[in-house]
């Protein structure tokens, strides 16, 4: 039982929990703006080797940093490069055809992709520098039976950071009125637009709550695997488009939901249910989530939220 919960159920839902963060900005971004951002996962990897050159760099200086302590420096940059990613290439299409805007999205992902390759390289990047204690681990025994559950630091530090975006983003969308806004122009841009609010605020407003989860993603992702690669945020997209969906598309809790199904789905899927054997090989575990993916859009293409369907 507790190799089940140490080794599958555990990394399960800090599978999740990057997942949910990513599906959050692909759920706002399709509620607000109407389409599909295949860029999101391209902007999470930026985030993650932004987050590794500004630990780099203080490094120099003889300091070690956590990448907790470098995240809202790359959130600050990421939103920058949403910005104006909005700026140059979605703005102008804002009132075309979605298919448009949204295969300029894929230019953008084969844009940001390529110049990351640039700057930093098509190796891998070893992610360890400044990992305070990373491999150490906390254990919780479970009185006179002698069974324990061991967690990774780092595992304790996905699971704070992401509770904390969770509660904040709540606080964002229940109590301030650029939430409200940004719930409006979800609804209705047209009828937000007559009733005074200004839309292009609101959309400036979800590049900036994107980009933060997409930078906490990412970072989240590299804690995680302690590996950069240029190819890490295309292979996040599919599970993350999964989990939006299954939560409800346009319904930021839905997606947060929607991750941790996804996430616990993938993981127990490699666990022997059945003799000793995984009862999927961990090779495709994508696979689990392309399946949840096609299901839902099959029997309840809204979601389990009731978001919007595609």
């Not at 999927?280 to 839902?296: D, E, W």
Request: with cysteine.
């Amino acid at each position: 039982m507790w190799e089940f919960v140490n080794f599958y159920f555990i990394p399960g839902l800090v599978l999740g929990c990057i997942y949910a963060l990513g599906a959050i900005g692909i759920t706002l971004t399709f509620g607000i703006l109407r389409f599909a951002n295949f860029a999101h996962g391209e902007i999470m990897m930026t985030g993650a080797y932004t987050a590794w050159t500004i630990m780099a760099l203080i490094s120099l200086a003889g300091v070690t940093l956590h990448p907790l302590f470098a995240l809202p420096f790359a959130c600050i940059l990421v939103i920058g490069l949403f910005l104006l990613c909005d700026r140059w290439f979605y703005k102008p299409f804002r009132k075309a055809d979605t298919i448009k805007i949204v295969i300029a999205s894929f230019g953008v992902m084969l844009i940001i992709r390529s110049a990351v390759q640039v700057v930093w390289g098509p190796n891998q990047i070893t992610f360890v520098p400044g990992i305070a204690r990373a491999n150490e681990t906390l254990k919780a025994w479970t009185g006179n039976l002698g069974l324990e559950i061991i967690m990774p630091n780092k595992h304790l530090w996905i699971f704070a950071g992401t509770i904390v975006i969770v509660v904040a983003l709540g606080y964002l969308l229940n109590r301030t009125r650029i939430g409200k806004a940004m719930r409006a122009v979800s609804d209705s841009p047209d009828l937000a637009q007559v009733t005074g609010i200004d839309v292009d605020k609101v959309i400036r407003a979800t590049w900036i709550v994107g980009g933060v989860c997409a930078t906490a993603a990412g970072v989240f992702l590299v804690m995680d695997t302690q590996m950069l690669e240029t190819t890490m945020g295309f292979r996040m997209l599919l599970p993350m488009f999964a989990a939006a969906i299954l939560g409800g598309i346009g319904k930021p809790y839905g997606a947060v939901f929607g991750g941790l199904v996804i996430g616990l789905a993938e993981e127990l899927s490699a666990y022997p249910w059945i003799g000793t054997a995984p009862l999927l090989s961990p090779g495709y575990k994508t696979g689990v989530a392309f399946a949840i993916m096609v299901v839902m859009l099959i029997v309840r293409p809204q979601g389990l939220f009731k978001g919007r369907s595609f």
